[in-house]
């Protein structure tokens, strides 16, 4: 069996890249499979205490300016996508009846390599970016 193991390895198969990226694709114990809470502020109000699975919504008036929380890979970083239309890159983000909330397009974390989408406050994983370099 470990002679297999190494000939597909050394043989660049593509079997071998398959269970590779297959391999990415599981989820790490220390990841998140939601955001908790929805926590929606005006801009300029003091930002009130969150936990590590929920998100600040930053609005002005009814314009969503930022969507701020923590990577749910457990990294330690905070992301913070910008929602306004003007700047580059931007992000979207869609209330649902049930206060949950899906962002649209998919979220990169270039420190951690975390990649996933966020559907009615579900995270799903996606392949990231370093498994393909």
């Known amino acids: 069996m470990n002679a297999i193991l190494a000939k597909l390895r050394d043989g660049g198969s593509r079997l ?3 269970i590779a990226a297959w391999r990415t694709t599981l989820p790490a114990t220390r990841r998140r499979s939601r955001l908790n809470r929805i926590v929606v502020v005006e801009a300029g109000e003091s ?3 969150l936990g590590a699975a929920d998100a600040l ?3 002005s008036g009814m314009r969503q300016k930022w969507l ?8 330690g970083e905070t992301i913070m996508l910008d929602l306004s239309p003007k700047r580059s890159p931007h992000w979207t983000v869609e209330g649902h009846a049930s206060g949950a909330i899906s962002v649209y397009p998919s979220v990169v974390n270039g420190r951690c390599g975390a990649h996933f989408l966020v559907r009615s406050n579900r995270i799903v994983w996606l392949a990231s970016r370093k498994s393909r370099d």
Request: aromatic share 12%; net charge positive; proline share 12%.
């Open 16 to 18: 071998w890249h398959r």
């Open 57 to 59: 919504l930053v609005r």
């Open 68 to 75: 701020r929380f923590a990577c749910p890979d457990g990294c």
């Open 47 to 49: 930002t009130p205490t």
